[in-house]
């Protein structure tokens, strides 16, 4: 069985950085992407960046040129380096793979989630 296990969130002021760490394990053949959604409460899962296995990197336009996608497909890892948060930034943060499981088919896991939140 494949784990997703998140880690970084935390309570940082408005203008703060944080950065969100994901590290996937088990039976991963292969990678497709690996990317991060939020959940603020009252709203839908939205996603905030993805990067695919040939390094393309897709942003939400609210977090373009404040947050930053990393990836290392070796070790199943993906980082998001998110500068210059704002109140609505504040939500709860999903990591989640895309991948190829022992038969060759794909599939998707997803992390339990990390808080963050941005308030002074």
């Known amino acids: 069985q494949v784990q997703v296990v998140e880690s970084g969130g935390g309570l940082v002021q408005p203008g703060g950085s944080l950065r969100l760490s994901c590290a996937a394990s088990?039976?991963?053949?292969?990678?497709?992407?690996m990317g991060w959604h939020r959940q603020a409460p009252g709203k839908q899962r939205e996603l905030v960046a993805d990067?695919?296995?040939?390094?393309?990197?897709n942003y939400l336009d609210s977090v373009k040129g404040r947050f930053s996608i990393s990836g290392d497909n070796a070790k199943n890892t993906v980082y998001l380096q998110m500068n210059s948060l704002k109140p609505e930034d504040t939500a709860v943060y999903y990591c989640k793979i895309e991948y190829i499981n022992g038969r060759w088919q794909k599939q998707e896991s997803w992390g339990q989630g990390t808080q963050v939140t941005v308030s002074s």
């Open positions: 088990g039976p991963i053949f292969g990678i497709y992407a």
């Open positions: 990067i695919t296995s040939d390094d393309s990197r």
